[in-house]
């Protein structure tokens, strides 16, 4: 199994662009989420799924859109990218609600 | 809004000694919380994961424990080894759905 898979590993964008980060997991876990992690602090909770056609904000929003039409996909679309959109974005996954969350390796994104 | 702190930011030790990392928050009806490790450039790897009801938790060489009423949680790692550098981070599941997490310790062991 590989678990939480995410593409691409790093990416460079100019301001203004947009792009979907991918994320799948084979774990069948109906739980999926989209974190941010910018130096200095703690990840941030961007949007989140509790199963397919279901999806909620998190702290930290604006400027992202996510579907979930799949148990195994969760992508992240950056609509018009910023530099303040520079930082590392891990995908995670969980069985349910409380249990434990298994990450991704990240995609590291940098707009210019 | 639930707030999560870990101290020390940063610790360095020599092998073979047993460590303490804190972390607290300040809201106390939570779900669980968990102890994360992270590796340079890699992604995170759960450690333990204690349930709110349960007072710790222990796997190998570490041992975590939670008091919910005074909103704190430590992790305990007995005989540091080289291998257990990496920075560990804190997260409050308070909903069962979104995790809050502090923004971590970086752990340097000596050989």
């Known amino acids: 199994n590989a678990g939480v898979t995410q593409t691409p590993k790093f990416q460079v964008l100019k301001t203004g662009q947009s792009m979907t980060l991918q994320c799948a997991q084979d774990m069948n876990h109906e739980y999926m989420s989209w974190y941010r992690q910018d130096p200095g602090m703690g990840l941030r909770l961007i949007h989140y799924?509790?199963?397919?056609?279901?999806?909620d904000q998190g702290e930290v929003p604006n400027g992202y859109n996510v579907s979930r039409s799949t148990t195994e996909d969760f992508p992240l679309r950056l609509l018009s990218a910023a530099p303040s959109q520079t930082s590392v974005y891990f995908c995670?996954?969980?069985?349910?609600?409380?249990?434990?969350?298994?990450f991704g390796p990240g995609t590291r994104l940098t707009v210019t | 809004k639930q707030e999560v702190t870990q101290i020390p930011a940063a610790l360095s030790v020599p092998e073979g000694e047993n460590l303490v990392l804190n972390c607290s928050f300040t809201?106390?009806?939570?779900?669980?919380l968990q102890w994360f490790r992270q590796d340079p450039g890699k992604g995170l790897t759960s450690l333990l994961l204690i349930q709110s009801s349960q007072r710790e938790q222990t796997s190998g060489r570490l041992n975590a424990s939670l008091d919910k009423s005074s909103g704190r949680s430590t992790l305990y790692i007995a005989a540091s080894q080289p291998g257990d550098s990496a920075t560990y981070l804190c997260?409050?599941?308070?909903?069962?759905?979104?995790?809050?997490f502090g923004a971590g310790t970086i752990l340097r062991v000596k050989s």
């Open positions: 799924s509790v199963g397919a056609g279901i999806t």
């Open positions: 995670a996954c969980r069985s349910g609600q409380g249990s434990e969350q298994y």
């Open positions: 809201d106390s009806a939570i779900y669980n």
């Open positions: 997260a409050v599941d308070q909903y069962g759905n979104k995790l809050v």
